[in-house]
């Protein structure tokens, strides 16, 4: 069993900082690409960045140069700096995680609960 928990959302103003983590925990082998995505009321679930295991990072283009995503792989962790937060940046914050438990198993899509970040006044 793998789980993922996020941390660190929470209410800030327009122009301010967060810094989400996540961390996956359980029978872990292996893990591949780690991300973030997010999902606004009323809208779909949208990519908001990505990271290899070797660093290879991408980013979505409404967060390119505020947004930065970080791993540690000794530690199972992905990380989300978020500068310069907007109201439109609202949303639930999901961590994503390519896991294998096993050896020469294919890698399981998996997912956290997600933490609410709120931009507002």
């Known amino acids: 069993q793998v789980q993922l928990v996020e941390s660190g959302g929470g209410l800030v103003q327009p122009g301010e900082f967060l810094r989400l983590s996540c961390a996956a925990s359980?029978?872990?082998?292996?893990?591949?690409?780690m991300g973030w995505y997010r999902q606004a009321p009323g809208k779909d679930r949208e990519l908001v960045a990505t990271?290899?295991?070797?660093?290879?990072?991408n980013h979505a283009d409404s967060v390119k140069g505020r947004f930065t995503i970080s791993r540690e792989n000794a530690k199972n962790m992905v990380y989300l700096e978020m500068n310069s937060l907007r109201p439109e940046d609202t949303a639930l914050y999901y961590c994503?995680?390519?896991?294998?438990?096993?050896?020469?198993?294919?890698?399981?899509?998996?997912w956290g609960q997600g933490t609410l970040v709120t931009v507002e006044l």
């Open positions: 359980g029978s872990i082998f292996s893990i591949k690409e």
């Open positions: 994503n995680a390519q896991v294998r438990t096993l050896p020469n198993q294919k890698y399981l899509s998996l």
């Open positions: 990271i290899t295991r070797d660093g290879t990072t």
